[in-house]
């Protein structure tokens, strides 16, 4: 466990004597505190967590948290796919779209067979939602 890892990297620089100066004790508090913090944030996203079986959500065409949905890009006919997820498991690797995203928020509420616009600073993109499928 890295806490366990972190509070050993302390004591051990502790016993080379002075804190002031000793660069290993002040790196190894830095990533204790760090730790500390990534804790707090992580049980604060836990007591506020809900969760949402999509399996108990009645199927349709209408993109929601946690569909999936198949899209073609309108300006060169690419296709893809995404999963609407939490923000925790996003991942463009996995085609995984944070619902707060920008295309997952003009993706949210559409309809198979609608197309949305995804206006970026540079261009515009459009999309047609081909499939919506509730994994």
């Known amino acids: ?3 366990q890892k ?3 990297a302390i004591k ?3 016993e080379k004597g002075d804190l002031k100066e000793n660069a290993e004790y002040h790196a190894a508090r830095e990533q204790q505190s760090f730790a500390e913090g990534r804790i707090k944030d992580i049980e604060a996203k836990l007591s506020n967590a809900q969760i949402i079986d999509i ?3 009645p199927a349709s065409s209408r993109v929601i ?3 999936t949905v198949d899209l073609i890009d309108l300006s060169n006919n690419s296709k893809s796919k995404y999963k609407i997820v939490g923000e925790d498991e996003a991942g463009l690797k996995e085609n995984k779209l944070a619902v707060t995203s920008p295309l997952a928020r003009c993706l949210i ?3 198979e ?3 949305v616009e995804l ?3 540079e261009k515009t993109i459009e999309y047609e939602i081909i499939k919506v499928k509730y994994v």
């Open 1 to 3: 466990m890295k806490a």
């Open 65 to 67: 948290f946690g569909t």
């Open 109 to 111: 509420g559409k309809e």
């Open 113 to 115: 067979g609608d197309v």
């Open 6 to 8: 972190i509070a050993q």
């Open 12 to 14: 051990e620089a502790r």
């Open 119 to 121: 206006k970026m600073p």
């Open 55 to 57: 399996k108990n959500i």
